[in-house]
């Protein structure tokens, strides 16, 4: 659920983190989609290892969407996985990409924040 929340991201991300680990129970289709943003937002690599098949509870099932990925610090899906099978995919990755917080020449993704405008 934490895909929800983009304050969990932008903290990690403040605290230095180059790479978020996304250990998920996904079951709605947009989930992975949101971590491509969260991964642009705050220019770090994104990894969402999520559950396939089905669990079936007392009030009814879930079924699990599967599609663990990878993303690039600038949004861009490095590995998807299928819906319904497990799956290993191993990434290098370049963390000076991760660490290199400019959108443009003149925009900052850390330095360019006004938090004193925050609620």
Known sequence: FDWAFPETARTLALRGADVVCHPSNLVLDHCQRVMLARSLENSVYSVTANRIGEERREHGSLRFTGQSQIVGPRGE???AAGPDREELQ??????????????????????????????
């Open 90 to 119: 191993v990434a290098e990755i370049d963390l000076s990409l991760a660490r290199n917080k400019k959108l443009t020449p003149r925009n900052h993704l850390v330095r360019d924040r006004r938090p004193e405008f925050y609620c």
């Open 77 to 79: 899906l490095l590995h």
